[in-house]
């Protein structure tokens, strides 16, 4: 997503502020985060998680609806972290700048299809999903495997880059890159 030192970056869904805390140090002190979340008690957890690394200085906590959009405009990076990101494409839009990076996580296969519908609807382009899971293998170097029992979840990235206009080259750039 292009986060660095100096970059402005939207995020909403704050939960316990642990991807709040990533960007808040990826920023640097000429940075700055501004996340917005529904919830006043979950908004104080993450203050307050965020305040423990000494990072409360380089965020702005905003309590609000992703529905309602957002005050920023021309943010650098836009992270969507919510039960259906697909239905705020419009608000994440008008906030980016011109080839600005969005991001979204989902759980299931269902949401990404919906999110690859609206993003193409909402001129996104350079679109990229990457499946996130984690599994544990057994350590007996003669039988390298999984392990038998497992508790898993997987989750979906998606990444996209706000456009004037797109073709169908720019919206299926990943598309050949993996295989």
Known sequence: MGVGPGT???EAGTGS????????YM??????????ERKPDVQALARANLSRLG???????KLGDAADGFSERD???LFLDLPNPYDYLGQA????????YLGMLVPTVNQVSRCLQA??????????????????????WERLRPT?????????????????????????EGADDQG
Do not use: P
């Open 8 to 10: 402005r970056v939207l």
């Open 148 to 172: 038998d029992r497992m508790v898993a979840h997987t989750g979906y990235l998606i990444f996209g880059r706000s456009v004037f206009e797109i073709n169908d080259d720019l919206f299926d």
């Open 55 to 61: 990072f409360e200085n380089r965020v702005d906590f």
């Open 17 to 24: 502020g642990g991807l709040t805390t990533a960007f808040a």
């Open 119 to 140: 993003l193409r609807n909402y001129q996104f382009a350079f679109v990229e999903v990457c499946e996130i899971l984690l599994r544990y293998f057994k350590t007996d």
């Open 93 to 100: 839009k008008a906030s980016l700048k011109g080839g600005g």
């Open 75 to 77: 943010v650098d990076a």
């Open 27 to 36: 920023v640097g002190e000429s940075g700055r985060v501004v996340s917005y």
